[in-house]
C-alpha cells in the first residue's frame, strides 16, 4: 500500500543559518508579492479597458496564473526586482509563485462554482508580521545524513535536527521510502523541517478483527472506550494548561496592539505573547502525543472503531476552554483514526451528528429529550442505569456499528423487542473524500436531519 506521509522534526539552526533560511523565507514573501501586484495591475486594466469600450482582442494580454506561467513571468523580471536572486536557491520564490498560483486557482474555482466550501478570497499580499514564514523544496539534495540526527537541504546545508530521525532513515535505508519534499517552518518561535514522503507500507490486520469499539472523547479524560476503558490525558497536561491561563491573564493586563488607533504593541505584551504562544505549543503537542498512542493502540487493535462525526455540546455557545480544546482533540483524533485505521486494514466509522450518543441509554435504548453538559452522570428515567456520561456514549457509538454490520446481511437487530429499534431503515456509508481507500462498499448520500442515524465510513 502506497501512502504519503509527514515526518516533522524540530531544528536547531546556529544564528547564521537561522538567517539564512529567513533569506529564504522572504525571497519567497517577495516573489509572492511581486506577482501579486503583477496579476492584480493587468486584472484592473483590462477591466478599465473594458469600461472604455476596448474589444476583448485588443485588450493587454491577461498574465498566466498556472504555476509555470508566474515562474517564467519572474524568472524575466528577477534581475530587476530582485538582483540578490542568486543568493538564495530558486526553490523559494517557486514557493511563494506556487502558493499564489494555488490562491489564485482556488479563488477561481470558489467563485465559478467548481469548488464547493466557503467562499474563497482572492489571494493577499504576505506580510513579514502575518503570513507564517515557510519555504519548501522539492528538488536538489534533500536527504537525511547517517548519523541520523542532521539533513541537507539545497543551498541551507546541513541542518542539525533536535531529535533522531532514525525511524525516516530506517525506511529510506530499506527503500521503502521516497522523499517528495521537504518544507521549512517557523512554529511556535522554532524551526522544523517537515518531510513529504511517499512510503510502501506492508498490509496489516488489526489484532481483533471482529471487534467493535466506541471511542468518545473527553474533558477529564483524553478518551473514555466503550470496553469502559478511561485513556488519561498526558502527563503534565494540566500543569501546562494552568499555566495557559496564568499566561493569558498576564497578557491581557498589558498594551496589545490596536488596529484602530494604530497603537502599537508594547515589548512587554510581545514578550507575553511568545510566552503564551510557547505554552500553546506544549499543550497542543502533549495532547497531539497523547492522542497518537492511543490512536496507533485502538487502530491495530480493533476491527471497527465508531465515533461521533460533530461534538454537538461543543457546538452550544460554550466558551470554555476545556470544552474548545476537547473539540480540537476530537478533530484531531478522527483525523488520526481515520488514515491509521486504513494502514492497519481496519475501518473508522463515522455516526452522523443527528445521532444522539449522549442522551440515549446504553442499557434500554430510550433517548432523554434534555441532559444538561454539567450532567457528568447518565441516569436513565426508563430502566434506572446510572453511568459515567461519557462510557454511556462510547456504547451506544459501539452498539451502532453492531447494528450496521448485521444490517448488510437482514433486517437490523434489534436489541429487545419492548424498545426503540434506533436504526431505522437503510444504514448509508459514505466514503470520506480525501483519504486513502481501503476497498469498501458503495456509497448511500446521507438522509439528511432525519431519525435515521447514518454511518459515514471515513476511509
Ligand atoms: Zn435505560
Not at 222 to 237: D, I, K, Q, Y
Not at 240 to 251: D, I
Not at 422 to 432: F, N, Q, T, Y
Amino acid at each position: 500500500m502506497k501512502t504519503i506521509q509527514a515526518y516533522r522534526y524540530a531544528l536547531d539552526l546556529t544564528p547564521a543559518q537561522d538567517r539564512d533560511v529567513y533569506a529564504h523565507v522572504g525571497a519567497a514573501r517577495v516573489a509572492h508579492n511581486w506577482a501579486l501586484a503583477q496579476v492584480k495591475a493587468v486584472m484592473d486594466q483590462r477591466a478599465a479597458e473594458r469600461s472604455y469600450g476596448v474589444a476583448d482582442e485588443l485588450l493587454t494580454p491577461s498574465l498566466s496564473w498556472s504555476l509555470a506561467g508566474l515562474r517564467k513571468a519572474w524568472n524575466a523580471a528577477k534581475p530587476e526586482v530582485a538582483p540578490w536572486w542568486a543568493e538564495v536557491s530558486k526553490e523559494a520564490f517557486n514557493t511563494g509563485l506556487d502558493a499564489l498560483a494555488r490562491g489564485l486557482k482556488n479563488w477561481a474555482d470558489s467563485r465559478s462554482g467548481k469548488r464547493s466550501g466557503r467562499p474563497v478570497g482572492f489571494p493577499r499580499f504576505k506580510s513579514r508580521r502575518r503570513a507564517t514564514p515557510s519555504v519548501r523544496f522539492t528538488t536538489g539534495a534533500i536527504r537525511v545524513e547517517p548519523d541520523r540526527k542532521h539533513v541537507v537541504l539545497p543551498r541551507l546545508g546541513r541542518l542539525k535536527l533536535h531529535e533522531s530521525a532514525r525511524k525516516l532513515a530506517r525506511r529510506l535505508d530499506d527503500g521503502v521510502a521516497r522523499i517528495l519534499s521537504a518544507t521549512v517552518r517557523r512554529d511556535g518561535g522554532r524551526w522544523y523541517v517537515a518531510f513529504t514522503v511517499e512510503i510502501e507500507r506492508t498490509e496489516r490486520a488489526p489484532a481483533r478483527p471482529k471487534s467493535v469499539l466506541g471511542v468518545d472523547v473527553g474533558i477529564k479524560h483524553l478518551a473514555v472506550l466503550s470496553t469502559g476503558e478511561l485513556v488519561a490525558n498526558p502527563r503534565h497536561l494540566a500543569g501546562a494548561q494552568q499555566r495557559m491561563r496564568t499566561l493569558g491573564r498576564s497578557l491581557s493586563r498589558k498594551a496589545g496592539p490596536d488596529r484602530r488607533t494604530g497603537q502599537r504593541a508594547s515589548k512587554r505584551w510581545e514578550r507575553a505573547a511568545a510566552r503564551l504562544g510557547r505554552v500553546h505549543v506544549r499543550v497542543a503537542n502533549l495532547r497531539r502525543d497523547g492522542l497518537h498512542k492511543l490512536t496507533t493502540r485502538l487502530a491495530a487493535t480493533y476491527g471497527t472503531v465508531v465515533v461521533e462525526d460533530l461534538n454537538v455540546t461543543g457546538m452550544l455557545a460554550n466558551r470554555k476552554l476545556a470544552r474548545h480544546i476537547a473539540d480540537a482533540g476530537f478533530a484531531e483524533i478522527r483525523r488520526q483514526l481515520a488514515y491509521k485505521t486504513g494502514w492497519n486494514g481496519g475501518r473508522l466509522l463515522v455516526a452522523d451528528r443527528w445521532y444522539p450518543s449522549s442522551k440515549t441509554c446504553s442499557g434500554c435504548g430510550a433517548v432523554r429529550t434534555k441532559l444538561a453538559l454539567s450532567e457528568r452522570e447518565y441516569q436513565c428515567e426508563a430502566c434506572g442505569l446510572i453511568m459515567d456520561r461519557d462510557r454511556n456514549a462510547s456504547l451506544n457509538l459501539a452498539a451502532l456499528a453492531a447494528e450496521l454490520n448485521t444490517a448488510g446481511s437482514g433486517p437490523v437487530a434489534a436489541r429487545g423487542a419492548d424498545r426503540k429499534t434506533r436504526v431505522r431503515g437503510r444504514v448509508a456509508l459514505k466514503r470520506e473524500p480525501g483519504t486513502a481507500s481501503a476497498g469498501q462498499t458503495g456509497t448511500v448520500p446521507p438522509q439528511g436531519g432525519t431519525a435515521d442515524h447514518v454511518l459515514t465510513q471515513a476511509h
